[in-house]
């Protein structure tokens, strides 16, 4: 022990950092699957990625994909709802479903020695849900009951009128569970037709990471997906970005609060872009970590938020920049302004050499906790493969990171950073923020209870 | 202290996959200072936790919330790192760093590269030797705790229920008050509040740092004896003394805001955490709402379709806590209806106990989350404080899967029909108020 600590090691952020090595095979009914062997705890996750997100919910039924792939949990062939809980959790296993615009996942974690099992029980879900009627009801009579409670939380009705306003029309522009009036209308005949037409291997991936080997994922996976006939040979192709909204403020009315929600928003770009690296260093700068500009000018220097972050949103077909805060009611233009500020400063600026490195640093240090545990090797593999990041993604990424120059935090930073005024949502008390909130565009005041 | 396990039940052992995780070192520096170092290898990455035995059940009426503002404070500047350094240095060193306060205790941790462990230890070392507190920065960061308040409890339902709940519940026990504070009392908590909270609670002799990760265990611990050595043994904190009286009946409360729905709070008042009681009402709580298929959420949320959902908190502390359910209804749903359904499940608990399956489902569960938990450095280092802190050794957190595997369905019915007794539960109803009902 004595002597490795002696040995001179290469410095944490620029060290080999890998994958564990992946096995491909594909199934006879045509699913990709990726195989990783990863120890010491005698755990296995699995990942079913299928492209099949909200964005291809059909029009008039925004949330079929979410409430489809929810519902595969409810009964299959074989196997009643109580059946699936019961197999599911007496092992100690978990299963969860994700959704996001581009893709629906499907998340298993078990203990190894139930592997076998637990991707069986998976392969029956994909390959053969039954969708009870009585399942379908309940199901559309929770969503519509929880939407109604979502009403009474500030943040998430500010962050749905947001996306909704933001994006207008596009596949993009709704909420991944969709409205009320939509979920409204679900049938079991919607929730067949979705499954049959959009939910198939041809169209997914699974990757497997744990205690196990590779052999023995593809043996078990042949048996659970071989017979998987539903769903296209190709996924939808979403329309490329749409002209966000700009320029104007949504002003949401919610009388009984004390502090205002805020969130604003303007173009960025797709997954995989080649403006990814310098447009990250530049956030991290910007409003990304604890000591980022948003924080110390809006938090620590002048006490108006909890807290203040700006982010890129990234998917298949396009994306956005967004800053997302909040403040009490009498300070909400003071917030706005001290935010917009911060932000032409970097649009006009960048960010120079040394504020740089310290970004590039953090991100970089920080990065091999992305490869910690099953769940995060997985989710990488998934979209590198997914996203078509390449095979050296991990291996390159801090290389990629720490070589971004400042010039170019000024040429991302002209290009995304709200070059034009950005859109904004304002959720609060309308009688005490509206008149502050003049010269920011024009503002449509709305009710909080028609933002469901 | 109730003794739920047989009398002659072995002395719990530690779980083989567990212990193998767990090649701990130990130390106490002459400061008192505690040190539990467990190196892993697998990613160049370290985390340290450091466990200050401090939180709102140390505080008292006027400085109710000190404990969280503190927890701010010490982002704000020491001796050597000066205000905003610490977060600067740390992230330009490949790393990040928060915090949390609770009832019992207040929590630092830092996730870095494993390269930045000792700049990490001097930045750690720093605020613990030698904090200054400034005037301007406290009444910045005061406003910040009370936008955080604003936040999650004055515009938050779920907030609004808990705050009320403490006091039906708590008496005369510390535990009564929020963590956040009273907003009245954030805004007047003074500076030589907080020195004084130093001075007494952030001594080395009152903390315990855990280390985990990629780094060599004798070298490190020479560092924290470098940095830390020289830090002064603070004055023993006064006890806190459990004043809390017996309850005598039921109590009820009813919350009017503008809301969707009615939703429901509920708590019985349970043990301590050091209890053996603790465990098996682990093994109660998961059998109630874990999982889909669990006997709450399959008769509440599937079956009656009563409620969206239920969740039951039972969360460890150092003198005796609470279990509580909480509730979300449908906007058309009696919250007295869903009380007697649920009192109705709880009472057959008592009656009949678990099925075997049930139990053993329950065992199991617990075991994988166990594990789950353990799957990253900050995993393993915040399970040993969190085991330290409330059981007094990270060991018997090592024995816990034993002592769940050996638990009894006669335990269950015992301990169930122990403490689901409606003169150790308090109710808050949330009633939506006329103007929460909006017109479309």
Known sequence: MASRATRKKPPATTGVLSLPPVTESTTSSGLKVLAAERGPLPLVTMRLVVRAGSASDPSGKHGLADFTARLLRRGTERMSADELDEAIEFVGASFSVGINEDLVSFFVTTPAEHFPAMIGVLGQMLREPSFPEREVVQARERVLAQFANDLDDPSTVADRTFTRALWGNHPYGHDVGGTAAHVGSFTREDVVRFHSERIGPKVSLLVVVGAVSPRLVAEEAEKAFGGWTSGPEAPLVVPPMPKLASGRVLLVDKPDQTQSQVRMGGPGFFIGHVDYFPSTATNIALGGGFTSRLMNEVRVERGLTYGIHSYFDTMSAGGMFGITTFTQTERTREIIDVTLGEVAKVREGGIPAAELKKSQRYLAGLYPLRTETNESVAAVISDIRVHGLGDDWVEKFRERLLAVKPKQTVEVAGRYLFPKSPFLVVLGKASAVKKQLKGLGPVTVVPASECE | ?440
């Open chain 2, 1 to 440: 202290m109730p003794k739920a396990l047989p009398k002659k039940a072995a002395v719990p052992k530690a779980d083989p996959v567990l212990q193998s995780l767990f090649d701990v070192q130990e130390a106490t520096l002459s400061n008192g200072l505690k040190v539990r170092l467990l190196p892993n290898h697998q990613t160049p990455v370290v985390s340290l936790y450091t466990f200050f035995q401090v939180g709102s059940r140390n505080e008292r009426p006027g400085i109710t919330g000190i404990s969280h503002l503190f927890e701010h404070m010490m982002f704000n500047g020491a001796k050597k790192y000066g205000p905003k350094m610490f977060d600067r240095v740390l992230e330009s060193n490949g790393g990040r760093s928060n915090a949390y306060t609770c009832t019992d205790q207040t929590v630092y941790y830092e996730d870095f590269a494993s390269d930045a462990l000792e700049k990490v230890l001097d930045l750690e070392s720093d605020r613990m030797r030698s904090l200054r507190i400034n005037d301007a920065a406290l009444s910045a960061e005061r406003q910040v705790v009370m936008e955080e308040r604003r936040v999650r409890v004055d515009n938050d339902i779920g907030g609004m229920m808990d705050e009320e709940l403490g006091t039906l519940v708590w008496k005369a026990h510390s535990y009564r008050w929020p963590v956040i504070g009273w907003m009245k009392d954030i805004e007047n908590i003074s500076r030589q509040d907080c020195e004084q909270y130093f001075r007494t609670y952030y001594a080395p002799s009152n903390a315990v740092l855990y280390i985990a990760g990629d780094f060599e265990p004798k070298q490190t611990l020479a560092l924290v004896r470098r940095y830390y050595g020289d830090i002064p043994k603070g004055p023993r904190p006064e006890p806190v003394l459990d004043a809390e009286p017996e309850q005598k009946g039921e109590r009820r409360a009813e919350l009017r805001h503008p809301a969707q729905s009615p939703s429901l709070m509920i708590a019985w008042r349970g043990p301590a955490a050091r209890s053996p009681d603790t465990f098996v009402l682990d093994l109660i709580q998961y059998a109630l709402i874990k999982g889909e298929g669990s006997r709450l959420v399959k008769k509440l949320v599937y079956e009656t379709q009563l409620a969206i959902s239920v969740m039951i908190d039972w969360s460890w502390r150092v003198d005796p806590g609470a279990i509580i359910a909480y509730l979300e209804l449908k906007p058309d749903s009696d919250p007295r209806k869903v009380e007697e359904a649920l009192y109705a499940e709880l009472e057959r608990v008592a009656r009949e106990g678990l099925t075997e399956r049930e139990l053993q489902k329950a065992k199991n569960n617990l075991r994988a989350d166990h594990l789950r938990e353990l799957a990253t450095n900050s995993g393993r280092a915040h399970a040993l404080g969190h085991y330290e802190s409330l059981l007094g050794s990270w060991r018997d957190g090592l024995a816990l899967p034993s002592v769940y595997a050996a638990t009894t369905n006669e335990q269950v019915k015992q301990v169930a029909a122990k403490y689901f007794l409606p003169e150790r539960r308090s109710v808050v109803t949330l009633i939506p108020s006329a103007e929460g009902k909006e017109m479309h």
